[in-house]
């Protein structure tokens, strides 16, 4: 059975159609991708699963359950993780606060969420910055910092919106590292991309949506090559 | 290492400097200053709970400390109920208020919030000025006690026990603070006054925690107000419900650093004094000049150092420490808004 089971999403805003009764799964550590250009739906569609909107038809579930209806908060504790495409870290707050407050979520007592806050930040290589506070950080620091928020929840599945948007060259090694290594760890991930070299280097399927609707869904070389993918996406096949 | 050592031992003497105040200086006056002092910190760092860590602004808290005057003063006057019960039920009272209050409230953000509270409290005013049974406009006398009574909480003599009532007032809402700091409710308001949907996308139930930093805050002002009953002995609308008093809780608060424990106790420290002293040198006129003060403090404060007194403090610590003068002072949970 799949972990995260998508059927038929539909949202509008206005005339404008989000989602397009999307479909598909994720199974249980698996790791999807989802490309598609300038507005296809991918932002829509993680918040329609963490609860922030409420598609107008279809359903959400993680294994059995229906998660539609539920608040953000909700899912987060029913272990769906998440990181926005537009960083939204505690400015005001260490880095090590920052992530406190994720392992919080699973573990109420703050000295020990502040240690399972460290072995996060060890995780993602940002150790040692704890002490700083996060406006300070780089953006490539910041996608860092916002992983290890969301891996402190301790989540079953992860919703990565665009791991290296704005992120300098030379730390993009180290962020599909990082992803790779969650997802040989076991956790399933659904990670949007917009970098063809990153999808195809960690994604075992990737899922292309072109004005709200699921365009391909299958192996990265099948989807890259995919006619539709090419006009709407890529612009030439992806070799 | 001088530093945290150093820190206790200043804390400790100023806190046997404050235990020793009213032992060596008995002008009436003086005292007062000094128990405003505490009453306005504590205040302040009652509504800091809500406005500086959880982020919500509140420009009604009047509301709460109204709740506190006239819970306790009714059950006096109709029911001869000691103060000291009728500040713990004008407490729960605060705190049933205050979650009715952020049911819907709590749904609005940031400046709307900060309005719908004004027009709360303006409602709320205008309610108890018109309820003729808890006094109406005329106000309520609380009834005279002779001899002072502890059970009554009425010291006629000296302002004495009023100034440990005060201070030991001040202990418990800077210790709540405290404790809360340290607490998962702690992180968990910062991380909402940071960034709600975020904090939502961690699992925190934002609207329950805000709800809970609401009933704190508003619990510990209501016994401010049933302070202020028995010290000044009669209450009005005007005096325990009206906005100047929602703002100038504000105002202490944010002239000593907002979301930091010891900025409201700095602001009052300031703006007390300062509007008796204007207020005595400047006559009977004088309130609105206390208040241009006020505001152009505020304006200079705020332009020049955005974090309050308390971020201005922590950069001449630093600078001292730098010199070798002074115990470090690391920005712990001081949010020096940009």
């Known amino acids: ?30 790791l999807v991708g989802i490309i598609g250009p300038n507005g296809a739906g991918k932002s829509t569609l993680f918040d329609v699963i963490t609860g922030v909107t409420r598609a107008d038809a279809g359903e959400v579930r993680l294994e059995e359950r229906p998660l539609t209806g539920l608040r953000p908060d909700q899912v987060s504790r029913l272990g769906v993780g998440r990181t926005f495409q537009k960083l939204r870290p505690f400015q005001g707050m260490t880095v090590l606060e920052n992530v406190t407050v994720g392992a919080l979520q699973k573990c109420r007592d703050v000295n020990q969420a502040r240690t399972e806050a460290r072995v996060a930040l060890e995780q993602v290589g940002l150790a040692d910055k704890a002490d700083a506070y996060a406006r300070t950080l780089s953006t490539g620091q910041r996608k860092r910092l916002e992983l290890a928020r969301a891996l402190a929840t301790r989540p079953r599945l992860l919703l990565l919106d665009e791991v290296t948007g704005g992120v300098d060259q030379g730390s993009i090694p180290g962020l599909i590292r990082l992803v790779q290594d969650l997802h040989r760890a076991g956790m399933a991930l659904v990670v949007i991309e917009h970098n063809m070299r990153v999808i195809m280097a960690i994604a075992q399927r990737i899922v292309a949506l072109h004005l709200g609707a699921v365009i391909a869904d299958g192996p990265p070389e099948t989807v890259t090559r995919d006619r539709r993918v090419v006009e709407a996406y890529l612009g030439q096949a992806y070799t | 290492m001088a530093g945290p050592m150093a820190k206790r031992v ?5 806190l046997l400097a404050l235990l020793a105040f009213p032992l060596l200086v008995t002008l009436p006056h003086r005292r007062h200053v000094m128990i405003m002092i505490f009453l306005y910190a504590m205040l302040a760092t009652a509504w800091n709970i809500l406005a500086g860590y959880c982020g919500q602004i509140s420009l009604g808290h009047a509301i709460f400390f109204g709740l506190g005057a006239y819970t306790s003063t009714t059950l006096l006057k109709h029911a001869a109920i000691s103060p000291w019960i009728g500040m713990l039920a004008g407490a729960a009272v605060a705190v049933v208020v205050s979650q009715a ?24 005013q205008t309610l ?35 100034y440990y009532i ?44 805000k709800q809970i930093a609401m009933g704190i805050s508003a619990g510990l002002t209501a016994l401010g107000g049933t302070f202020y009953a028995q010290y000044i002995l009669f209450i009005d609308a005007e005096s325990v419900l009206s906005l100047s008093l929602s703002i100038l809780i504000c105002l202490v608060a944010v002239l000593g650093g907002v979301g930091t424990l010891w900025g409201p106790l700095l602001g009052a420290a300031v703006l007390v004094p300062l509007s008796e002293g204007t207020r005595i040198l400047l006559g009977g006129g004088g309130k609105a000049l206390d208040l241009l003060i006020y505001g152009g403090l505020i304006v200079l404060i705020s332009v020049v150092q955005p974090g309050g007194l308390m971020a201005l403090l922590r950069r001449a610590m630093g600078r001292a420490h730098q010199l070798g003068l002074g115990a470090p002072s690391r920005p712990r949970l001081g949010h020096d808004r940009p």
């Open chain 2, 10 to 14: 200043a804390g400790g003497l100023v």
């Open chain 2, 166 to 209: 005060a201070l030991a007032m001040l202990a418990l809402a800077l210790g709540v603070t405290r404790l809360l700091e340290r607490s998962r409710a702690g992180f968990y308001f910062r991380a909402i006054r940071e960034d709600q949907d975020a904090a939502a996308s961690l699992g925190i139930n934002v609207a329950r925690f």
């Open chain 1, 1 to 30: 059975m799949s972990l995260l089971t998508l059927s038929g999403i539909t949202k509008r805003f206005g005339g404008v159609v989000a989602n397009q009764s999307i479909s598909f799964g994720v199974a249980h550590g698996e």
């Open chain 2, 128 to 162: 108890f000025i018109n309820w003729d049974w808890i006094g109406g406009a005329r106000g309520v006398f609380v009834p005279i006690r002779r001899p002072d009574s502890f059970v009554y909480f009425q010291f006629n003599e000296s302002k004495q026990n009023y």
């Open chain 2, 101 to 124: 209050i952020g049911f819907p409230v709590f749904r609005l953000r940031g400046h709307y919030f900060a309005i719908a509270t004004i027009a709360l409290g303006e409602i709320i």
